[in-house]
């Protein structure tokens, strides 16, 4: 029997929330106050679908917030590697050119799997592999502000593009699929990583967990 054969299986964590309502600072926050265990990020965003094959007028007309723009069964495949043990290669996707690059990133396994993203809770076959449940509740107008900086600033975007996309499928979509899985988190975390204290409930709660596994191991 290996070593891998005989240990717990890893908890996975899902963090979810509209666009900038502050998932991965909170996904971060439990990252940093987790030490002494084994911890890894997993973003929904590296799972957009691959579109090599399209031109990048076609990609500018793709709606990025709607289940269909990613890939869930390669991430359904490679968190059941992960819950084995086995590394896996993740997809790099380049913001700019809206489609995967040609790297990837190879990922060993680790104790705790948080995966982030606005989409996350949406597959029942995603919400079943997680031991945690969380969605990140951040008024509107706090969002788009959030969104405007990120996209300017590190995707390159232009503001008409950003508050275009946001009015024509950002916000619709966060209304008709992301809110509505708020119904299925153990946890709801209000202001997103302001919540010290939501965030000290949580972390208390995955080491309780992860005593439990290792107790059993």
Avoid at 49 to 63: F, G, I, P, T, Y
Wanted: net charge neutral; glycine share 4%.
């Amino acid at each position: 029997m290996t070593e891998h054969s005989v240990r717990q299986r890893p908890v996975i964590i899902g963090v979810t929330g509209g666009s900038g309502s502050g998932k991965t600072t909170v996904s971060r926050a439990i990252f940093n106050q987790l030490h002494g265990y084994s911890l890894m990020m997993l973003q929904q965003d590296s799972y957009y679908n691959d579109q090599a094959e399209m031109s990048l007028a076609e990609r500018n007309k793709v709606n990025y917030d709607h289940p269909d723009a990613f890939d869930t069964e390669l991430l359904l495949s490679q968190l059941q590697d992960l819950l084995e043990w086995k590394s896996v290669a993740i997809p790099v996707y380049d913001y700019k050119t809206r489609t995967r690059s040609d790297k990837v990133f190879l990922q060993e396994p680790r104790e705790v799997i948080i995966i982030e993203g606005i989409l996350v809770l949406h597959d029942p076959r995603l919400r079943d592999l997680m031991d945690i449940k969380v969605f990140v509740d951040t008024d509107d107008d706090i969002r788009i502000i959030r969104r405007i900086e990120r996209d300017i600033k590190d995707r390159g975007r232009s503001l008409d593009s950003v508050i275009t996309q946001y009015l024509q499928t950002v916000k619709p979509m966060y209304h008709q699929f992301i809110e509505p899985t708020k119904r299925y988190a153990d946890i709801i975390v209000p202001e997103g990583g302001k919540n010290q204290v939501a965030i000290d409930l949580l972390t208390t709660k995955v080491r309780d967990v992860l005593r439990t596994n290792r107790a059993h191991s």
